[in-house]
């Protein structure tokens, strides 16, 4: 580029931090010239590439700060393999109302079914809407609040739970809690109780869940507050997992162990 006046615009938007149009300014100019765009369209046709790199990178960086176990959307979970769930349902979470409505999602059902995958997808979404999301296991949770407890550090670690206007905690119930434990999460949900939202994952049924905290009252003041303004939905399917170990001869068919006919997550045994 030999153009002084080219050059000098270059520099300028190296300055200013509009990176694509700094890329491809010398085909735009050809592009503008040769369809005779006016003044306005080639400003807006600018514009809207350097809004688009910088939505781009704005939700990869909100993607990274979720902390995502791994990336899976909500056009590849397979709906027909679960046909418990009510598709329309999900269409509707997908939307986020409920966030901006800061009400809840449970998600039961053994493993392997999707919830996780369900749970990371709907925060995909929520991020693609620049909504603050954070997924964290519930065991580390856990481990993270008791941390913070004894290091006289709680409030501050509450308010940092409480920032995400959606707070993912995946596995409730895989490993038990004890009744510290289940108090400083009953602090949390409490604070974010109509706040902010939360997308809970449990291989547990709700009845259950005092065995899981080793305190029923404390059990039922969690659920209290985290079912009052939300939606559940129990998969009562097959594993994911077991069905591509069955496709890839690894196991027996009968190795999968369905859910009773009419029962739910409450009739059975973890399958863990």
């Not at 990178?57 to 679960?82: G, H």
């Not at 449990?202 to 005092?210: D, E, H, L, V």
């Not at 591509?244 to 009739?267: F, H, M, T, Y």
Request: some cysteine.
């Amino acid at each position: 580029m030999d153009n002084p006046q080219l050059l000098r615009i270059q520099e300028n938007l190296k300055q200013l931090k509009l990176n694509r149009t700094g890329q491809q300014l010398e085909m735009l100019l050809q592009e503008a010239s040769k369809n005779e765009i006016s003044y306005s369209d080639f400003l807006d046709k600018l514009l809207e590439e350097e809004l688009s790199l910088k939505c781009e990178k704005q939700t990869a960086l909100n993607t990274a700060l979720a902390k995502l176990p791994f990336i899976k959307t909500l056009e590849a979970f397979d709906f027909s393999f679960q046909p418990s769930i009510d598709v329309k349902i999900v269409r509707e979470l997908a939307t986020c109302a409920f966030i901006d409505r800061a009400e809840n999602l449970v998600l039961l059902g053994p493993p392997g079914v999707g919830k996780s995958h369900l749970s990371v997808a709907l925060g995909l979404k929520a991020i693609q809407k620049k909504y603050r999301v954070l997924f964290t296991p519930a065991a580390a949770l856990i481990v993270n609040l008791n941390k913070a407890y004894a290091e006289n550090r709680l409030e501050e670690k509450l308010k940092f739970y409480c920032v995400p206007k959606l707070l993912i905690i995946d596995e409730i119930g895989y490993v038990p809690v004890d009744v510290h434990g289940a108090h400083l999460l009953f602090q949390l949900i409490s604070r974010r109780y109509e706040r902010g939202s939360i997308i809970l994952t449990s291989n547990r049924g709700f009845g259950q869940w005092g065995e899981i905290f080793g305190d029923q009252i404390i059990a039922t003041a969690i659920l209290d507050r985290l079912l009052h303004h939300s939606t559940v939905i129990n998969i009562k399917g097959e594993s994911y997992r077991l069905k591509e170990k069955q496709r890839a001869g690894l196991i027996r068919k009968q190795l999968n162990v369905p859910l009773p006919e009419g029962g739910d997550l409450d009739s059975v045994s973890p399958q863990i």
